[in-house]
């Protein structure tokens, strides 16, 4: 009822790509593109780091590209003007399993991209892969698909997860490929008790050709959705 007299207000135009968008501080937002078949031919795959600010005082802008490709990932608010981005997949250009356990923090005071501590595991969404921020600034993860959870990348019958992951931007992480250290930690903890994924009356995986699986698919296991409410209460950071 609040939204009666609500109207809608064209603020700029972007490329028609799938994105990721993250709300910030001050009404402003960051989006961030996807990966995925070229609007010129969908039969080609194109990558994407292009990224967009949206300022209710200036509109629309591009800013920095991200560092790597982006596709299928998660975002959430940091404290002071940041934005953690990571994860990705399950698909490179040449069509085989790439599941990315890369994070990175933009930083919009300065327009600029710096790689942050990685994930225990890749995830990426083919269903909800959930970011949000809580209220001492740390960021949990949930859902989403891991390396484990894929199938079958061919018939796309990709599970969803039940991970949790804790992310503290104050920590910092050892990198043992150039011995340098990544700011932020993570942790993973006790895993949800049920999955959550787009829907909860479809089978707990997707294919591209829909539902129901062909003959020749039925056989696999895959488990099915529930219509169980999860609620996490009490998360200890």
């Known amino acids: 009822e609040g939204l009666a007299e609500a109207e809608w207000e064209l603020v700029g135009e972007i490329i028609p790509t799938g994105r990721i968008t993250v ?10 593109s996807t990966s995925g078949p070229c609007l010129s031919n969908p039969e080609e795959f194109c990558e994407s780091r292009i990224v967009y600010l949206y300022e209710p005082a200036t509109g629309l ?14 975002g959430a608010a940091l404290d002071d003007d940041r934005v953690l ?3 990705g ?3 490179g250009p040449d069509g085989n399993l790439r599941i ?10 300065c327009d600029s991209w710096s790689e942050a501590a990685r ?8 269903y909800t892969n959930i970011a949000a921020t809580l209220k001492n600034g740390h960021v949990i993860v949930t859902g989403g ?8 990348l061919e018939d796309l019958i990709i599970l969803a997860s039940r991970n949790v992951f804790i992310f503290d931007p104050r920590g910092e992480t050892f990198n043992p490929e150039d011995g340098t250290t990544l700011p932020g930690h993570w942790e993973e903890r006790e895993k949800m008790p049920a999955t959550h994924t787009f829907a909860t009356h479809v089978p707990a ?5 829909g539902f129901p699986l062909p003959e020749d698919k039925r056989g696999i296991e895959v488990g099915r959705a529930t219509h169980q409410t999860v609620v996490l209460t009490n998360v200890q950071v």
């Open 145 to 152: 698909s891991t390396e484990e959870d894929v199938i079958s």
């Open 100 to 109: 990315s356990d890369r994070c990175f923090i933009y930083d919009a005071k």
């Open 89 to 91: 997949g399950p698909w």
């Open 85 to 87: 981005v990571g994860g």
């Open 61 to 74: 802008r591009r800013v920095a590209d991200a560092p790597v490709p982006l596709d299928r990932h998660f």
């Open 205 to 209: 995986f997707f294919y591209k050709g």
């Open 23 to 32: 709300p910030m501080s001050g009404g402003r937002a960051l989006l961030t």
């Open 119 to 126: 994930l225990p595991k890749g995830t990426f969404e083919i």
